[in-house]
């Protein structure tokens, strides 16, 4: 059985820790392979808009995730 190639692709979910206008309606995470074949990992944060003309819309805005040696190395 061949295995499920999942590169350039991510899923949203509604972000139930909204608390204010600021906050991302919808969040989650993709990942996308690079034209090198590296897999490369996103948080993925949307925000549900009105245009001016009246049309919605999504904002959207991303993220790379970091590894935890780079979350934990302290600035110099």
């Not at 061949?2 to 993709?30: C, I, M, V, W």
């Not at 034209?35 to 009246?54: H, I, M, R």
């Given at each position: 059985?061949?295995?499920?190639?999942n590169?350039?692709?991510?899923a949203?979910?509604?972000?139930?820790?909204?608390t204010?206008?600021?906050?991302?309606?919808?969040?989650?995470?993709?990942t996308?392979?690079?034209?090198d074949?590296?897999?490369v990992?996103?948080?993925?944060?949307?925000?549900?808009?009105?245009?001016?003309?009246?049309?919605?819309?999504f904002?959207?805005?991303?993220?790379?995730?970091?590894?935890?040696?780079?979350?934990?190395?302290?600035?110099?």
């Amino acid at each position: 059985m061949a295995e499920y190639d999942n590169s350039n692709s991510g899923a949203l979910f509604e972000n139930d820790k909204r608390t204010t206008e600021k906050h991302p309606h919808l969040r989650g995470s993709a990942t996308i392979k690079t034209p090198d074949g590296e897999l490369v990992e996103y948080w993925v944060s949307a925000w549900q808009k009105t245009s001016k003309n009246g049309n919605e819309f999504f904002s959207l805005s991303f993220e790379q995730k970091k590894n935890k040696e780079e979350k934990t190395e302290k600035p110099k």
